[in-house]
C-alpha cells in the first residue's frame, strides 16, 4: 500500500468536495469514486466531474449502479422529497437510501485494493445531517473492521483500512470555512436532493435547508444560488 495516496467518494456536493480539498492539502494524490446510482439528482454527477478536474485528483472513475432497482427512497423510488422537514423531528426520512454508504464504500473499498491505497474518505457528517445511520461513527468503525476480513489486503497481508470522515463533528459552516481556507469553488458544487426542471436547486429539501444555512452562518451568499439567479 502507498501512504502517499488515497480514494475519495465523490458525489459532487459540498461535503465530499471538502473531503477531497482536504485529502489534496495533505499532499495525497486522490483517486475519486462517484456512483450514477439511479438518484434523482443526477445533476451531481456532472458536478462531481468539475470538482475531480478542478481539484486536481489523480483519477476519477464513474460507476454506474442501478439501486432504482431496490428503491425503498424517495431519491431512488417514486416517492415525494419531503421539503421544510424540521431537522429536530428525529425521524429518518425517507430520501434516506437503504444501505446507500454501505453499498458505496464497499466500492470504495475495491478501489482502494486495485490502486493500493489504504485511506478511503467520506463526507459522512453526524452534526448537521438528516438522521441517516450510515453517517454516525459506530457505521465507519464497523467498516473498517469488515474491511481488515473481507480484502486480500487486510485478511492476508495485515492492511489496516482507515475510513476517514474529517467532516465528522464538524457544522455546515465550519464545514464552508474549512473548504473556503483551502480555496475551494463552492459553485462547483450541488446538494439539493429535488431539483427543478431547469437544474435549480429546490431550496426546501433537508439538503438545501442545510446548505443555505450553513452560508449564511458563514456570512456570504451561497454561490450555488449567484449562479442560479
Known sequence: MTESRAVILLSGGLDSTTVLAIARA??????????????????????????????????????TLDLRAIGGSALTDDI?????????????????????NTVLLSLLLGLAEVVEADQLFIGA?????????????????????????????????????????????????????????????????????DPTPDDLPCGRCDSCILRVRGFEEVGIKDPVYANSA
Open 125 to 193: 457528517n453526524a452534526v448537521d445531517y438528516s438522521g441517516y445511520p450510515d453517517c454516525r461513527p459506530a457505521f465507519l468503525e464497523a467498516f473498517e473492521d469488515l474491511a481488515a476480513v473481507a480484502t486480500v489486503a487486510g485478511a492476508e497481508h495485515g492492511v489496516r483500512f482507515r475510513v476517514r470522515a474529517p467532516l465528522l463533528e464538524l457544522s455546515k459552516a465550519d464545514i464552508i470555512r474549512r473548504g473556503l481556507a483551502l480555496g475551494v469553488d463552492y459553485g462547483l458544487t450541488w446538494s439539493c436532493y
Open 26 to 63: 495533505e499532499g495525497l494524490d486522490c483517486h475519486c469514486l462517484t456512483v450514477d446510482y439511479g438518484q434523482r439528482h443526477r445533476v451531481e454527477i456532472e458536478a462531481a466531474r468539475s470538482v475531480a478536474d478542478t481539484l486536481g485528483a489523480a483519477s476519477h472513475r464513474i460507476i
Open 80 to 100: 415525494e422529497v419531503p421539503k421544510d422537514r424540521k431537522q429536530e423531528s428525529g425521524e429518518v426520512p425517507v430520501t434516506y437510501v437503504p444501505a446507500r
